[in-house]
């Protein structure tokens, strides 16, 4: 740059655009670790209410729809669910999905998928984020929540993210009383699981936890 390069408007657009990126992701981070800090001293309100999962993981699909066909990722959710009622904070319920899936979008494998199942239950509902990626390790497993953790040989450390995504939905989902887990194989992909609080505006169900169609 000091010899003219920003003479070059080649040279010019392609530094102008790693700033850009570069100032986007530090503010990505300010924002995370903010909103996990309050998350942590239980400072971040909660807005609990009754509301349609399906809508909001189909609204969830649709934002993310352009970042999917960009590594050409399939994202499967069956449209053929009646209305699922839960009660949560839909707003920070909806950045849990967008973690999940935009992880499982960042780190997975081109032409991979990434699916969602519900298994409703009595009193909960329990969703499960399924992906065919590059899987994780088990010894990674226990580490997979903590701030800033990266697993080394499956994640890109290119890909832009803050490193807080996933604790992020970890504290959303205790300030809701519930907990995550992960199942995940080399090579084969990897399970996220959650559940979440039923409303007792649903209709019937299913009592072995099989999905309703």
Known sequence: LL???LEDPNVNRSFLERAAKATDRMATILEDLDQITKLEVDELKMEMRSFDLVDLISEIFESLELSSQTKNIKLKFDKFYAPIYVTADRVKIGQVFTNLIGNSIAYGKEGGETKIN??????????????????????????????????????????????????????????????????????????????????SNNGPVSSRGIPLK
């Open 3 to 5: 010899e003219g390069g």
């Open 118 to 199: 519900l298994l409703i239950f009595e009193s909960l509902v329990t969703v499960e984020v399924i992906d065919n990626g590059p899987g994780i390790e088990d010894k990674e497993i226990p580490r997979l929540f903590e701030r800033f953790y990266r697993v080394e040989k499956s994640r890109n450390r290119n890909e832009g993210g803050s490193g807080l995504g996933l604790a992020i939905v970890k504290h959303i989902l205790e300030s809701h009383g519930q907990s995550i887990s992960v199942r995940s194989k080399i090579g084969i992909g990897s399970t996220f699981s959650f559940s979440l609080d039923k409303s």
